[in-house]
């Protein structure tokens, strides 16, 4: 497709359950960013990927959270032992590498976990 | 580290009235400065962008922002209000990471109603 797309769009989860959430970029968009959105807030940073390997993972909140880009394309981010909190949108964006690039966000995936 | 602050959080104006929208950062630096616009259903969509150069950039649907570096504010502005501009406004402020692409800080949003 010509976006970013995003699945799935909606996720129920109970707590401590594992999740993964998928992000295919535009095509020929080298860098991936994943944000958390919580209800009210803006987006947060969590990751950003530079080809196949994690840049900048400093806005991961715990070492419950993980994301790979195995092939250079599309991600996944993945979330262990879920927790309430955990519950928002998370949203993903891609961009080419230069610095006045414009970041593309898909439209997100609702995470809820009861 | 850096930061953005959009004061207001709820905005409501009748269409065709002008609209401002507030938006105040700290950045170590000269900034990279945005502003995106999220519907219901839809991504964020980036509005505008202002780098360097001429502080009063135009973006699309009409809308313009100023930066001043003084008052370390980059608002957003648009002269006649329509009715699908009522959406959340996201201004958000960028750090340039190593190998390339943005680290984006937003501010909580400014929600805008339209008022027929």
């Known amino acids: 497709g010509a976006g970013v797309s995003q699945t799935p769009s909606n996720k129920v989860t109970e707590k401590g359950k594992y999740v993964e959430l998928r992000c295919d970029p535009i095509?020929?968009?080298?860098?991936l960013y994943w944000y958390r959105q919580s209800l009210g807030q803006g987006p947060e940073f969590l990751i950003y990927f530079q080809g196949t390997g994690a840049a900048d993972d400093s806005g991961l909140p715990n070492d419950r959270f993980f994301a790979v880009r195995p092939e250079g394309s599309v991600s996944t981010l993945k979330i262990q032992r879920t927790e309430r909190g955990d519950s928002a949108v998370y949203l993903c964006a891609s961009s080419t590498t230069e610095a006045t690039g414009e970041l593309f966000f898909g439209e997100g995936s609702r995470l809820t976990v009861l | 580290a850096q930061s953005v602050t959009q004061p207001d959080i709820h905005i409501t104006v009748s269409e065709g009235a002008s609209l401002e929208l507030r938006c105040n950062y700290s950045?170590?630096?000269?900034?990279?400065l945005f502003w995106y616009v999220q519907s219901p259903g839809q991504g964020l969509q980036l509005l505008l962008k202002?780098?360097?150069?001429?502080?009063l950039v135009q973006g699309i649907k009409g809308f313009e922002a100023e930066f001043k570096r003084s008052q370390s504010s980059f608002n957003l502005r648009k002269p006649s209000v329509h009715w699908s501009d009522a959406a959340e406004y996201f201004c958000?402020?960028?750090?340039?990471?190593?190998?390339?692409?943005?680290?984006?800080?937003f501010g909580t949003g400014t929600q805008l109603k339209v008022e027929l």
């Open positions: 095509s020929g968009h080298t860098a």
């Open positions: 958000a402020v960028g750090a340039t990471l190593t190998g390339g692409g943005n680290k984006l800080t």
């Open positions: 950045y170590g630096a000269t900034p990279y």
């Open positions: 202002y780098f360097s150069g001429d502080t």
